[in-house]
């Protein structure tokens, strides 16, 4: 260690030496520079191009801590030929690691380990999707604290989160790592996470990584790593916000995305890596690949072989490949024959350097590797309260007839039946790094331990998720006629939602409607408990259910938070942040779309519409229901028009009407009536989630300004335009007051 720290004395004793005729350095940033262009101009050309080099302990997570470093690794990390790994986890595996890198190299880099923490490192917290159905950012930025508390306990400095993507395809399997459909929602979710991530890394927090940049929820059939195409407007209004928010929110990494954009694959694009995210928005940090995105470019047809992949990513601004080796390979040979300018390669490694610098790893390189901080920060009584907070909140309540819910406190017997209903691996969802389902609480359990010895809570498994077998529908069937009340576990299992995961259908998998369709038959309500990674077409159960009460993947804390909010200790508040369609034939449907030349109208054929279908969802974005209920009246506003200098405020009355206090998210809605092009019928521009006692009345204020109504105008800049305005607000983007006002020059 003595050695290490007398050596980086040294580089910047050298470096400081050639800086006597610059001008006084003051800030933090010039300060930084200086150690960061110390450090690079001490390196070979070989070093620098390990530092852009990511390799990875495998593609599999799980609770195995490895303990030893293979040599390959070793001789690699020696030469310099590393500057990053991904799935190197535990205090112990990263320090030994750490440890060859700071004290058997030549220049003596740290390593910075990366993982895929999405939604918890240990604990296990909903998915993102679920997190973005709280409507409340605050909940995220905490959740997202906690997963780095864990992470960096374990030697972590870098996740490949938040996933950011706007999904308008239900079908694509990775809607569920993000935030749904909306980019002003899916904007503030995505700077939420980085805050959460990031904090103030002095503290052992861990970086950020913004992904997939971008464009990559506009996947062509919902098919993973499919070809996105839509217009330069789409993608500027619609798709690229949310990472522009996670730029600004202080993302110091960006992944880029498999997809093309514009027959350009992300990898690959100077216009998406320099001219937008540097120049347009001014990002310092650096960007990584996807696994193995610089070598896709082969497939896609855009490059000939590995070395001209690395040539066109690096000249492009990509600046670290992970797993390709491209970089690793062929960098020097390209160098040598004038394909990348030397001075290109120091750009990227400076970018990559500064980070290291700000986790503070030259001054320690093993301040993540506390094996003390790994066992007393992870999984504590805090963070997994923290994952049962969320999970709660994340929760939707699409369906309450008759109010069967909250469930009476007198069931004698209560039957839990379906195949989720005793899994403890699903309700971890994909993506769960080393959470593990010994930790999980299940629905069977959580209302077990929450009704005691009250009632008797009975069981049968009914079915399997996908098996078309009925062999288990009798022994249900038995127990629902001999219990006051049916809880109903179905959904998806976990592996039918996240990468790679795509979905022709949005239906029920297997038997799972059949076995409803029989339990039906008992006369006993039903109370359908949904466990998904993305919208589904349960018109059966919308129209027969007694309840259905959407949880998403939950967490580590699924049971016991179903068991809260089933009894009512919790009134569900979660709104849905994607909508959900009747069928599969239906998608893409969104609520932001644009309205054609001929409105769908059910009593004129030539209008735009379905023979067979209504065109309306089975339930609109914003939608989720409450114990109680909730009156809107008097949407006001402050002046009739609007000015560039000037705000609106708008106003509405919320009355809780019901007989349980609860909470509502109140939703604000714009639409630009007259556009230079064709505009949404109506745009998310604000919410509030309010607490209201019953019998309560609050008047709620939302604050236009004209910087919220600007969009790409006909002329591509962005902008306002002055002309009618409609301001929505309610309980959802359907259920709404409206009222009007004019933007004016």
């Known amino acids: 260690m003595k050695k290490y720290f007398v050596f980086l004395f040294s580089i910047v004793v050298i470096a400081l030496s050639g800086f006597v005729q610059t001008p006084q350095i003051n800030s933090d940033e010039d300060k930084l520079s200086v150690r960061v262009d110390s450090v690079l101009s001490l390196m070979a050309l070989d070093e620098k191009i390990g530092q852009l080099n990511q390799l990875s302990f495998g593609i599999g997570w799980g609770p195995t801590v490895k303990v030893a470093v293979p040599d390959e690794y070793k001789q690699q990390i020696r030469e310099g030929k590393i500057g990053s790994f991904l799935n190197a986890i535990g205090a112990e595996f990263t320090y030994e690691l750490q440890k060859v890198a700071t004290q058997e190299s030549r220049l003596k880099i740290p390593l910075i380990f990366g993982l895929d923490v999405i939604h918890g490192f240990k604990t296990t917290f909903p998915v993102p999707l679920g997190e973005a159905a709280t409507w409340q950012p605050e909940f995220v930025e905490l959740s997202a604290h906690y997963q780095a508390l864990e992470a960096a306990s374990a030697g972590i400095h870098w996740t490949f989160s938040p996933m950011v993507d706007i999904a308008r395809d239900p079908r694509w399997g990775r809607i569920m790592e993000g935030a749904g459909e909306d980019p002003y929602l899916g904007s503030l979710m995505a700077a939420a996470h980085v805050r959460g991530y990031q904090g103030n890394l002095s503290n052992l927090n861990i970086i950020a990584c913004v992904k997939h940049y971008a464009g990559y929820g506009g996947a062509e059939g919902g098919r993973d790593y499919n070809t996105v195409d839509f217009s330069e407007r789409t993608f500027r209004d619609i798709y690229l916000p949310p990472y522009k928010a996670g730029v600004e929110a202080g993302a110091h990494t960006l992944m880029a995305s498999f997809n093309e954009i514009g027959g350009i694959p992300a990898s690959g694009s100077k216009y998406l890596l320099n001219d937008i995210l540097r120049d347009e928005w001014g990002f310092k940090g650096f960007v990584v690949s996807d696994w193995n995105s610089i070598g896709e470019m082969i497939n896609h047809g855009f490059a000939s072989d590995l070395k001209h992949a690395g ?58 590797c506390s094996k003390e901080r790994e066992q007393k920060n992870i999984m504590t009584n805090e963070i997994k309260n923290a994952s049962l907070d969320v999970a709660k909140r994340s929760f939707v309540l699409l369906k309450n007839e008759d109010n069967i819910l909250p469930l009476k406190k007198d069931y004698k017997k209560i039957a839990v039946i379906g195949p989720l209903a005793k899994s403890k691996l699903d309700p971890l969802g994909e993506w769960n790094a080393l959470g593990i389902q010994e930790d999980v609480t299940s629905v069977f359990e959580g209302l077990k331990k929450y009704v005691g010895d009250k009632s008797e809570i009975i069981y049968a498994e009914g079915c399997k998720i996908t098996d078309p077998s009925k062999d288990g529908f009798k022994e249900a069937i038995d127990k629902a006629n001999d219990a006051d009340v049916i809880i109903l576990c179905v959904g998806e299992s976990r592996s039918m939602s996240g990468e790679a995961y795509s979905r022709s259908s949005l239906d029920l998998p297997g038997v799972q409607e059949d076995l409803a369709k029989e339990l039906l038959k008992s006369g006993k309500p039903i109370v359908a408990v949904l466990m998904n990674g993305r919208p589904l077409s349960v018109n059966w159960l919308n129209e027969n259910a007694d309840a259905i009460l959407e949880t998403w993947f939950a967490g580590t804390m699924t049971g016991d938070a179903v068991a809260q909010v089933l009894f009512g200790e919790y009134n569900p508040s979660g709104k849905l942040p994607v909508t959900f369609p009747r069928t599969v034939g239906q998608v893409p449907i969104y609520y932001n779309h644009k309205n054609t030349g001929r409105p769908g109208n059910e ?143």
């Open 311 to 368: 040539e066109i990513s690096l000249n492009a601004g990509l600046d670290m490949d992970m797993e390709s080796r491209s970089y690793l390979t062929h960098l020097k040979e390209l160098v040598a024959e004038g394909k990348v300018k030397e001075s290109v390669i120091d750009e990227s490694v400076r970018r990559i350097l500064r980070i290291k610098f700000m986790l503070g790893l030259f001054d320690d390189p093993f301040r993540y």
């Open 603 to 745: 009593k004129n054929r030539y209008t735009s519409k379905y023979l067979d279908l209504p065109l309306t969802p089975l339930y609109p974005f914003g939608y989720g229901l409450s114990y109680t209920t909730f009156n809107y009246s008097g949407v006001t506003l402050s002046n009739s028009k609007l000015t560039n200098k000037d705000s609106l405020v708008v106003t509405v009355k919320v009355k809780n009407t019901g007989k349980y206090d609860g909470e509502e998210v109140v939703q604000l809605y714009v639409q630009d009536l007259v556009g230079s092009v064709t505009r949404p019928v109506k745009e998310l521009k604000g919410f509030v989630k309010i607490l209201l006692k019953s019998g309560e009345e609050k008047s709620v204020d939302f604050i236009i300004h004209e910087k919220d109504l600007r969009f790409t105008a006909a002329d591509m800049k962005f902008k306002s335009e002055p002309g009618l305005f409609k301001v929505y607000v309610g309980t959802n983007s359907v259920d709404v007051l409206e009222n009007k006002f004019e933007l004016i020059e």
